[in-house]
Each structure stands twice: as structure tokens, then as C-alpha cells.
């Protein structure tokens, strides 16, 4: 062993080993319950041979119980269709019981009438047909479903007079061979004539022309800018009778951000301030740093280290009574229920905290106390 006590190691491994087993995964990839994996990894769905046996001996037994049924019901109704000429009265065998029971039934009867009675109806109908009476009347008032009316009506107006004209005009009335003669003739005519492409740039030639003659005519300046200011003054009187919508617009944001800067201005920080903050930090660093100087070994020698800016991991003149310093993680440090040391009894003192050991069963025996602790040699 590497100087840890087996039956300890044991006893740990086999709460580790436990846990292992009792994790549960964090991605659920298991094959779902009524499902299997076939060949070419298709999915089939379980085939539950005594449910299938279980099923069809009801459904058997529910056809049987059925005809059962069926036929008591025939005996009963021609039983019933009989017209006996005389009453015949039976005497019980019990009367007492069965006035008992009698009276029972009366008194169900009469809970199960009342109850009737005070229930009122799980659909309300008059509700139901105002209400769809209504909804119909809204659905006919939209003016798409009138458009959609309208349309429709209009359709089938059409679709008729359609089906008319087809029915009386519903033969071919153009013939192939007269339309290919007629583009035949028509090519022979276009053919004469000049080409419309040629036809066309004549035309454009002829516009260029008049173009430049009238901008020839018209080319000096007919435009003073003192008149146009004087315009553009004019139709600003015009359009602009009140405050313009930009300037409305811009008072508005101004006015918004004015008072936010102003609320920004009184808003205190959260937080506090940068050394109330730092010194907090300094305060939960050193009661770590003392937390973890309890427990000797490696665990303070792991967790320590990571708080490197902490006041109470600098080995200083400042601060001489560090625990790091006085109890290193090197030496085994005293197992006693009381503490030790000025700097432990001030902690204790400090962060309120009563010393408390666990008591040892009687049945344990006494404690060995030159026996090594292998928990504060620092192998684990």
C-alpha cells in the first residue's frame, strides 16, 4: 500500500464504486421501452406474445358475455310482452329485510331526484345558438367575406354565359391551311415595303434634329436666383402654416435626454464603492484561506494557492500570525478538540465559531494516541 490505511482505502472505494453505479447519464441514448434494433439498424416494435394471448382470450370471453346478454335481454322482453290475466302476489321469505332494503332505495331515489333537480345543464343551448348567430352575423358584416360573395356571384355569371357561348360556338372557326396562306401573303407584302427597323431610325434622326434646334434656340439661362429664393420663400409661407413636424421632434428627444442625464446624475452605484467592494473581497478571502487551514494535508496546500492577491496568504511583517506560516500543510498539525495558538483562538473568536469534535462510540474502545493519522500526513 502507499501508507493509507486499507480498511479506510476499502471502505472510500467502495463508496466511490456505489456512486459510480447510481450516476445517472446525462444523455438519455437508450432504446425506448416497446422498440427493438433489427438487422441494417431498423427499429421494429416489440412483439408481446402473452399480452397478444392475454387480449384475444377478453375479446373471446367479451364476445361470449355479449350473446350472453344479448339473449337475457330477448327473455326478458318476451317475458314482458306477455299479458298475465290475473296478479299473482309473493310472499317473501324475509319480509323484514326486504321492507329494509325497500326503504333504502326510496331514500337513494329520492337524493338521486334532488340532485337532478339542483344540477344545472353542462351545455347551455339558447347560449350556444345566440352565440352562433352572432359570430355569423359578424362573419357576413366582413367585408372580405362580401367581396368573397361578390366574386363568387359574379363567377358563376360568368361560368354561364361561358358554357353558352361554348355550347353555341364550341366548333373549330379557323382553318390551318387559310392561316398559313394568309401569313404567306402577308410575308410577300412586308417584303415589298422597306424594313420598320429602317423606318424607325429615320424617325430618331428626324427628332435628333428638331432636339437640337430648339435647344439652340432655348439654351441661355431663364432662371434668376434671387427669383427662386423668392419662390421657395412663397410656398414656404404656404406649406408651413405651424411648428414644423422635425422641430416637434427634436424638442421631444431634448427634452427626454435632459432628464435622463438628470436621473443618471442622481442614480447611486448598486455596489458601493471600489474599496468597500475590495476590502468585502479581502474579508471572504481571509475566511477562506482560514477555513481551509482547518483541514490539514493537501487540501489547503490546492485551494489556497488560488486566491494569490489574498491578505492573508502574504508572508509578511504585516502579517506574521498567517496560518500558512505557523501551521504548514508539511508537518501534522494537532488533532486536540480545543485550538491552539493566540491566531486560532482569535479566528474562533472572530468568525464565531465553537470547536466541536465528533464523539467517539463507546463501544470504539479507547484511542490509541501514538498511532500515526494518516489523514493529516498529507498522502491523500
Not at 490505511?5 to 456512486?19: F, L, T, Y
Not at 358475455?65 to 322482453?77: A, P, S, W
Not at 434646334?213 to 421657395?232: G, H, I, L, M, T
Request: a positive charge; aromatic letters at 6%; glycine letters at 4%.
Amino acid at each position: 500500500m502507499d501508507g493509507r490505511d486499507p480498511k479506510v482505502h476499502a471502505r472510500e472505494e467502495k463508496v466511490r464504486i456505489g456512486r459510480l453505479l447510481k450516476a445517472k447519464k446525462s444523455i438519455d441514448n437508450e432504446m425506448p421501452k416497446g422498440l427493438r434494433k433489427g438487422k441494417g439498424g431498423k427499429v421494429f416494435r416489440k412483439r408481446d406474445a402473452k399480452k397478444e394471448m392475454k387480449m384475444k382470450a377478453m375479446q373471446e370471453y367479451m364476445k361470449k358475455e355479449n350473446q350472453i346478454l344479448k339473449q337475457r335481454v330477448k327473455d326478458m322482453i318476451k317475458a314482458e310482452q306477455k299479458k298475465r290475466s290475473t296478479h299473482i302476489a309473493f310472499r317473501s321469505v324475509n319480509e323484514v329485510i326486504q321492507a329494509k332494503e325497500k326503504q333504502r332505495i326510496k331514500q337513494d331515489n329520492d337524493i338521486l331526484k334532488r340532485n337532478l333537480a339542483n344540477s344545472t345543464a353542462f351545455y347551455d343551448v339558447a347560449a350556444i345558438e345566440r352565440d352562433t348567430a352572432r359570430m355569423k352575423k359578424q362573419w357576413e358584416r366582413n367585408p372580405f367575406t362580401i367581396l368573397r360573395q361578390k366574386n363568387a356571384k359574379k363567377l358563376k355569371k360568368e361560368n354561364k354565359i361561358n358554357r353558352e357561348r361554348l355550347k353555341k360556338n364550341g366548333k373549330a372557326f379557323y382553318n390551318v391551311k387559310e392561316w398559313e396562306a394568309d401569313v404567306k401573303r402577308m410575308k410577300g407584302k412586308l417584303l415589298k415595303t422597306e424594313p420598320t427597323w429602317k423606318v424607325r431610325q429615320r424617325e430618331i434622326k428626324r427628332e435628333n434634329k428638331i432636339n437640337a434646334a430648339r435647344f439652340k434656340k432655348n439654351s441661355a439661362a431663364y432662371y434668376n436666383p434671387a427669383e427662386w429664393e423668392a419662390d421657395v420663400e412663397k410656398m414656404k409661407n404656404k406649406i408651413i402654416k405651424g411648428v414644423p413636424q422635425w422641430k416637434i421632434r427634436e424638442q421631444k428627444l431634448r427634452h427626454e435626454n435632459a432628464s435622463f442625464y438628470k436621473r443618471l446624475a442622481k442614480t447611486k452605484p448598486l455596489v458601493g464603492s471600489v474599496e468597500e467592494w475590495d476590502k468585502d473581497r479581502a474579508r471572504v478571502e481571509e475566511q477562506i484561506v482560514w477555513t481551509c487551514s482547518l483541514k490539514s494535508g493537501r487540501l489547503g496546500r490546492n485551494v489556497a494557492p488560488l486566491l494569490n492577491n489574498a491578505a492573508a496568504l502574504q508572508n509578511n511583517k504585516s502579517n506574521p500570525n498567517s496560518p500558512r506560516k505557523m501551521y504548514s500543510p508539511r508537518r501534522p498539525q494537532s488533532t486536540s478538540k480545543t485550538p491552539r495558538g493566540t491566531y486560532r483562538r482569535k479566528q474562533y473568536a472572530k468568525f464565531g465559531v465553537t470547536p466541536k469534535g465528533r464523539n467517539r462510540p463507546t463501544s470504539a474502545g479507547r484511542r490509541n494516541r501514538n498511532r500515526k493519522n494518516y489523514m493529516l500526513l498529507g498522502y491523500l
